[in-house]
């Protein structure tokens, strides 16, 4: 990822925190979550904290260049009652612009213990390749 892609990352999610920060959801609120973003020359991985959330409650969209994840939190049942808590039960939206070195239709992810992970496949022309001088 070159620094400009970095700069545009960072302003696109600074866009989608200014945007989506604490808007109402049919869920009730929906918060930003915390994302890793890991690279390598084949792949960039998205790692998102996605507490409480089932691999059932999540939704990932690409349309247009832009990768949505939504998730949803299960309501805990009638008969809980919290004795402490530090967050309000919610769902989880956030948003990523995708550059041209994404293979879109290669994009795969998968959910284990709260922690959901993005591979996003980069795209032949995007990897490093060695060019031999003959």
Do not use: C
Not at 34 to 39: A, G, R, S, T
Not at 96 to 110: C, H, M, R, W, Y
């Amino acid at each position: 990822m070159t620094e400009q892609e970095r700069k545009d990352m960072d302003v696109a999610q600074k866009k989608t925190i200014e945007k989506h920060a604490g808007e109402p959801t049919r869920e009730g609120v929906s918060y930003i979550p915390d994302v890793d973003i890991l690279e390598d020359e084949h792949t960039i991985t998205l790692r998102a904290d996605l507490p409480g959330v089932k691999k059932d409650g999540v939704s990932i969209d690409v349309h247009e260049g832009m990768l949505t994840l939504t998730a949803t939190v299960d309501n805990p049942p009638n008969n809980w009652r919290p004795v402490y808590r530090e967050y309000e039960i919610g769902g989880f939206t956030r948003r990523f612009t995708l550059g041209e070195q994404v293979d879109q239709n290669k994009i795969s992810a998968k959910m284990e213990n709260g922690v959901l992970t993005v591979e996003l496949p980069k795209a032949e022309a995007a990897k490093p390749r060695k060019i031999n001088v003959g």
